[in-house]
């Protein structure tokens, strides 16, 4: 197995983001042409770490990795977790000079509207990528298959003029993943239109920021308050309603609602508390190089 470090410049790096189940895995498993093309479609998680995959066939005129990364939200790692994963690799290729050719994010044109968790996503990618990497942004639509095309091409348009306006405005374009291999070539195109550095690696190298101070950590500040204001009045709500209630079923069930929000809330308050703290400061202590590197696999063309 290869490591970060010996990835080299004339590699091309393509990072694949996006929340939780919307095809991450599926989109480089078809691009590398390896199995299990299905994966990825489920509730569940199915990348837990950051992955490096050496593809074993050029694209353009030159070898290409691909990131895999988890999203937001992940089934079963915090987000303080997953932003600390993506965090290590940016801040790692930066300090190594690898250019991060091309970044992708991956939506499913299947969801009917921005669900909390899915605008989270969106807001966390910005925070990282910062405005400059648009250019090398391509917002990539997953799960044709799944919708019929005309009430898509809608939903799509919705979403341009509504969510992605000010990406596509700074650079950032929009292409379709039908689950092939061509499809996946027609997204990638030939070489890389523009080479940036993301927001991230640039505050806590070039500026040597905290990431509590980063864009990315001031965004998910917010949304960890917010979140916790939300399940605190919650759990207000559901011990009024256990007291109120004469019937021992009903009550049950309300007095298992609120351990479990309880139990969120002090999940929350946690990530919160890890935050504050300074989770990256290792980055940039004692520990070893190599013991915070992603890990690489190697695919061959088949």
Same mark, same amino acid.
């Given at each position: ?169 700074? /650079?950032?374009?929009? =292409?379709? +993943?039908?689950?092939?291999? %061509? $499809?996946? #070539?027609?997204?990638?195109? !030939? ?86 703290? /300074?989770?990256?400061? =290792?980055? +940039?202590?004692?520990?070893? %190089? $190599?013991? #915070?590197?992603?890990?690489? !696999? ?5």
């Amino acid at each position: 197995m290869a490591d970060l470090r010996e990835l080299s410049t004339n590699e091309r790096i393509i990072v694949v983001m996006g929340p939780t189940g919307v095809g991450k895995t599926t989109f480089i498993n078809c691009v590398a042409q390896r199995g299990d093309h299905g994966v990825g479609h489920d509730i569940e998680s199915c990348t837990a770490d950051v992955e490096l995959i050496k593809v074993g066939h050029t694209i353009g005129s030159r070898n290409v990795v691909l990131v895999d990364t988890p999203g937001f939200d992940d089934t079963y790692r915090s987000d303080i977790d997953i932003l600390t994963m993506i965090a290590e690799f940016l801040v790692r290729a930066y300090k190594k000079g690898l250019p991060l050719d091309t970044i992708l994010y991956l939506h499913r044109i299947t969801d009917k509207r921005m669900t909390g968790s899915l605008m989270k996503n969106l807001k966390m990618f910005v925070s990282l990528c910062g405005i400059q990497s648009m250019p090398a942004v391509t917002i990539v639509t997953t799960m044709w298959n799944e919708v019929d095309q005309i009430q898509g091409q809608k939903r799509e348009q919705s979403l341009i003029d509504k969510m992605w306006f000010d990406m596509i405005e700074k /650079g950032s374009d929009v =292409r379709h +993943f039908y689950g092939t291999y %061509e $499809s996946a #070539l027609e997204i990638l195109g !030939g070489d890389p239109r523009t080479v940036n550095t993301p927001l991230l690696p640039e505050e806590m190298v070039g500026k040597r920021r905290k990431l509590k101070a980063t864009a990315a950590g001031s965004e998910l500040a917010r949304e960890v308050k917010s979140l916790l204001k939300q399940r605190k009045e919650a759990s207000r709500k559901l011990q009024e309603l256990s007291k109120q209630s004469t019937n021992e079923i009903e009550r049950r069930v309300f007095e298992e609602e609120l351990h479990e929000t309880n139990e969120k809330i002090r999940k929350a308050n946690e990530e919160s508390a890890v935050l504050r703290r /300074g989770f990256l400061d =290792r980055l +940039f202590g004692s520990k070893s %190089e $190599s013991s #915070l590197v992603p890990q690489v !696999g190697s695919v061959s063309q088949s």
